[in-house]
C-alpha cells in the first residue's frame, strides 16, 4: 500500500491528556508528534488519581494539547485522513472530554471520526514501533489492566488469561504507598529496588501452582504490607534499608510471575504455528527493566522474537491511538456522532470478562 494517510489521535482515558499525530506512507510508520500532559501534581496530596479532577484538567488541558500535538506535526487539520479517540475503557469523565473534542474537530473540520478501545491502543503499539506481523502474542501490563492477548488483527483479540484481581500497576502503585514512595508508584519502586536484596523478604508468587495463564497480585501486595509493619515494629519507623528491600522483593516477585506465566501463553501461541513467532509486552508496567529484561529472557528460550516499545510508548500516549485508528480506518471503520464513552470495554468479545475492579475503573 503506497497510500499516504493521517491521523490525529486524543487520549484522555486515566491521568494524561494527550494527542499525537501518527503518518503511514507505504510501510514506513512516523509519529509527527506525541505530546502528553500529566496531572501527577494535581492528584499527588490524595494519594492517587481523583476522577472529578483528572476529568475537569482534560477538558480544561485537552485544546493546548491538540494544538501543541498539530504545531509540532507542521500538519493541518485538513491534512488529516481522520480523529481517533479513545472512547473507553477508563474514567468516565475524561473518556467523556476526549471523545467531545474529536466530535468538535470531526464536525468542524469535516473528517471521519474513530472511537478506539484504549487497550487496542496499548495492544497494537508493537506494529507502530515494529511492524510486527500477526498473529502475535502480547503480554499487556498496565495500571487498570492485565492480559494474554493473541493479536490476530486490528479488531481480532483472543485472551488466553488475565490477572483475577489487581493489575501489577496498581499493585506497584499501592506497594509504592505502603512504603512512603510517592505515585505514580511503579518508576519509584524500581528506582529505590536497584542495589537492594530481592530475597531478604520472602514474598509469595501468587497462582504458580495452577495452570493456565491466570495471575493474581492482591495477595501480594498484602505480604508487602506485613513485611513492612514488622520492619516498622522492630525498628520503630521503616529504615531506607528495610524500604529498598521491600521494594526490590516486591518487584522480583511480579517479574516471577509474569515470566512464568509468559513462559506458558508462549505455549499455547506456538501450538498455534505462527509462521514469525513474536511475543510482545505494552502497558505502563512494561517500562520496568527488570521485568523487560525477564520476559526478553523467557522469548530467547522459547524461540520467539521479543519486541518492547521504547519507555514513552509504554506508559499512556496518544500516538497508540492515532495507530490503532489508522489501522482500523484502513479496514474501514468510521464512527458516527453517536459515539458513545464507554467505562468498560472488552478487547475479546467473545470471553466473560475478567473478574474484578480496580482503581482506574474496570477490567475489561
Ligand atoms: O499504561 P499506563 O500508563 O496507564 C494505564 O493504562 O493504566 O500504566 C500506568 C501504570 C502505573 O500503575 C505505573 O505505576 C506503572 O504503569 N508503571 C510502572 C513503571 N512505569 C509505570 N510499573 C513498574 N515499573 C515502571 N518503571
Ligand atoms: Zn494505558
Known amino acids: 500500500m503506497d497510500q499516504t494517510i493521517t491521523i490525529l489521535g486524543i487520549e484522555s482515558s486515566c491521568d494524561d491528556s494527550a494527542a499525537a499525530v501518527v503518518r503511514r506512507e507505504g510501510d514506513a510508520r512516523h509519529i509527527l508528534s506525541s505530546v502528553v500532559l500529566g496531572q501527577t501534581d494535581l492528584h499527588a496530596q490524595f494519594g492517587g488519581v481523583v476522577p472529578e479532577i483528572a476529568a475537569r484538567a482534560h477538558t480544561e488541558k485537552l485544546d493546548h494539547v491538540i494544538e501543541h500535538a ?3 506535526a507542521r500538519v493541518k487539520l485538513t491534512d488529516l485522513d481522520a480523529v481517533a479517540v479513545t472512547a473507553g475503557p477508563g474514567l ?3 473518556v467523556m472530554s476526549g471523545v467531545m473534542y474529536a466530535k468538535a474537530i470531526a464536525v468542524g473540520a469535516q473528517l471521519p471520526l474513530i472511537g478506539v478501545n484504549h487497550l487496542a491502543g496499548h495492544a497494537l503499539t508493537p506494529r507502530l514501533t515494529d511492524a510486527l506481523p500477526y498473529p502475535y502474542l502480547l503480554l499487556l501490563v498496565s495500571g487498570g489492566h492485565c492480559q494474554f492477548l493473541i493479536v490476530q488483527g486490528c479488531d481480532a483479540f483472543d485472551r488466553l488469561g488475565g490477572t483475577i484481581d489487581d493489575s501489577p500497576g496498581e499493585a506497584f502503585d ?3 504507598r505502603l512504603i512512603g514512595l ?9 528506582r529505590v529496588a536497584e542495589g537492594a536484596d530481592p530475597d531478604r523478604f520472602k514474598f509469595p508468587r501468587p497462582l504458580l501452582d495452577r495452570p493456565g495463564c491466570d495471575m493474581s497480585f492482591s495477595g501480594l501486595k498484602t505480604a508487602v504490607l506485613r513485611a513492612r509493619d514488622d520492619c516498622v515494629a522492630a525498628n520503630d519507623g521503616l529504615t531506607q534499608q528495610d524500604q529498598a528491600d521491600l521494594a526490590a ?3 522480583a516477585a511480579v517479574r516471577d510471575v509474569l515470566a512464568e506465566k509468559s513462559r506458558r501463553a508462549i505455549e499455547t501461541y506456538l501450538a498455534m504455528k505462527p509462521v514469525k513467532p513474536s511475543f510482545a509486552v505494552a502497558g505502563g508496567v512494561a517500562a520496568n527493566m527488570t521485568i523487560r529484561a525477564e520476559l526478553e529472557c523467557v522469548s530467547a528460550n522459547s524461540g520467539v522474537g521479543f519486541t518492547a516499545p521504547p519507555l514513552a510508548l509504554c506508559t499512556d500516549n ?3 491511538i492515532a495507530w490503532a485508528g489508522l489501522e482500523q480506518f484502513e479496514a474501514g471503520k468510521r464512527d458516527g456522532l453517536d459515539l ?4 468498560r470495554w472488552p478487547l475479546d468479545h467473545r470471553q466473560a470478562p475478567m473478574l474484578g475492579s480496580g482503581r482506574k ?4
Open 340 to 343: 458513545s464513552p464507554l467505562p
Open 182 to 190: 510517592p505515585q505514580p508508584g511503579g518508576p519509584e519502586v524500581e
Open 70 to 72: 498539530l504545531t509540532e
Open 361 to 364: 475503573g474496570a477490567k475489561a
Open 318 to 320: 496518544a500516538a497508540m
Open 174 to 176: 499501592k506497594t509504592a
Open 249 to 251: 522483593g516486591f518487584q
Open 92 to 94: 468516565i469523565g475524561g
